[in-house]
């Protein structure tokens, strides 16, 4: 039979096209539509004006939320600084972790020995602060508890110490590492008074030793209730109680030449759901009056500035979705996420997306969480992306094709991965 170019040619464009129409047909009709594209937007942030509560600039000043971490404001220097009677306080948490106490029991009794005895002598030849004891004489815990905290007694910080450790030295060794294991590496004790110059520490491991005694409920309940007579009927006045006329809660207040005026105290913040307790340390203030005036500016600071706002907004749009086939619609906010307003400055906020290419109105679409994600709302859709129609896919072969490599293909990497 004779070879005829032109018949040829004609019957091998007939196949291409055949098989053309056969397989891009298939291909455009019935692969998955691309996905839309998802653009995060950056809405108004309600809480972006608010501003911490004052601190004073002398000396060093933290506060932190009780059961976090991370302070929620900081002033003046952030080196280590002397700390003064702030270091009772680790003596009492450090020592009721060696030596537990139930809320309102009296515990072991513990003997006034000479060395108790003579650091009272010495101590109030000093002029420091101290409450006598004499040779003999029992204490309870709770009551050597009460005048460490409330007193803020030298001698009785030392008396029980050496109860709970056998000695300061064994003391001072379990206290360091107990200050490390809770993170607060920038904080060294060389004694358990805090008369030392070498007990250091910054106001962030402050403020956080205030949460933590706010959390330990029988030292708490100590520093709640007047003491009770102690032996012999010797009582304690309470030097931790001031200014509580603006809510203040005092949990240590002392003075040293070294540290200057050191204030330890904790103050509930706002109300109802939005309420917050913090813990406030002010180190180093140059006299009690200039202390009185910084817990005056602190306590109404705070009080104007926690007002909640909104740190995730109600009805607005986080994200903007857009369909090759010109197909638009937003992920929408359902509710809305409040904070006091000087509490917000930490609540960034991350949006996370799904992948989608049709969805109907009021389809989650995504989240919005706060912060490290410890509150979440929902992403829905404000309307319908439909599917475009056979029109669309056969005109827009490109696309279409393309989506149904990346489907192959991230099918394949699914079906290959090996569990962990």
């Not at 932190?64 to 302070?71: L, N, R, Y």
Request: charged share 20%.
């Amino acid at each position: 039979m004779d070879f005829r170019p032109g018949r040829f040619f004609g019957i091998l464009f007939g196949v291409v096209v055949i098989l053309g129409i056969g397989v891009y047909g298939p291909v455009t009709l019935l692969a998955p539509l691309p996905a839309v594209h998802a653009e995060v937007l950056s809405p108004a942030n309600p809480a972006a004006d608010a501003t911490p509560p004052t601190l004073p600039t002398d000396g060093a000043s933290a506060v932190i939320a009780v059961g976090e971490t991370k302070p929620l404001a900081v002033a003046g220097t952030r080196d280590a600084v002397p700390i003064a009677g702030i270091a009772k306080v680790i003596a009492a948490l450090v020592t009721i972790e060696e030596k537990p106490l139930a809320v309102g029991k009296a515990g072991e009794k513990i003997t006034i020995t000479t060395p108790d005895y003579a650091g009272y002598i010495d101590y109030s030849k000093e002029g420091a602060r101290t409450l006598p004891v004499f040779r003999g004489e029992k204490w309870t815990e709770q009551q050597v508890l009460q005048a460490v905290l409330l007193g803020s007694s030298n001698n009785h910080a030392d008396t029980l110490v050496r109860w709970a450790f056998g000695s300061v030295d064994a003391y001072l060794e379990a206290a360091n590492a107990w200050l490390a294991k809770n993170g607060m590496k920038d904080t060294t004790v060389a004694d358990a008074t805090g008369l030392s110059e070498n007990t250091v520490g910054t106001a962030t491991d402050a403020a956080i030793l205030g949460t933590l005694l706010t959390q330990q409920p029988t030292l708490h309940d100590i520093l709640s209730k007047p003491a009770t007579a102690l032996v012999n009927a010797r009582g304690v006045e309470n030097t931790t109680d001031f200014f509580s006329d603006l809510g203040v809660f005092g949990i240590s207040r002392s003075f040293t030449d070294p540290a200057g005026v050191c204030y330890l105290f904790t103050k509930t913040i706002g109300a109802d759901d939005s309420a917050v307790t913090v813990s406030g340390a002010f180190i180093r203030q140059p006299d009690y009056e200039t202390l009185e005036g910084a817990i005056e500016a602190f306590a109404t600071s705070a009080e104007q500035s926690a007002e909640p706002v909104d740190v995730i907004a109600k009805s607005t749009a986080y994200v903007h979705f857009s369909a090759p086939w010109g197909a638009q619609a937003d992920g929408v906010t359902g509710k809305a996420v409040t904070r006091s307003a000087w509490k917000s400055g930490s609540s960034s906020t991350t949006v996370d997306v799904e992948d989608f290419s049709t969805k109907s109105e009021g389809a989650l679409v995504g989240h919005v969480r706060v912060g490290d994600g410890d509150a979440s709302v929902a992403l829905k859709l404000s309307q319908a992306i439909r599917d475009p129609g056979l029109g669309w896919r056969l005109m827009n072969p490109i696309p279409m094709v393309t989506s149904l490599i990346e489907s192959q293909t991230s099918g394949a990497e699914s079906s290959t991965s090996t569990p962990r």
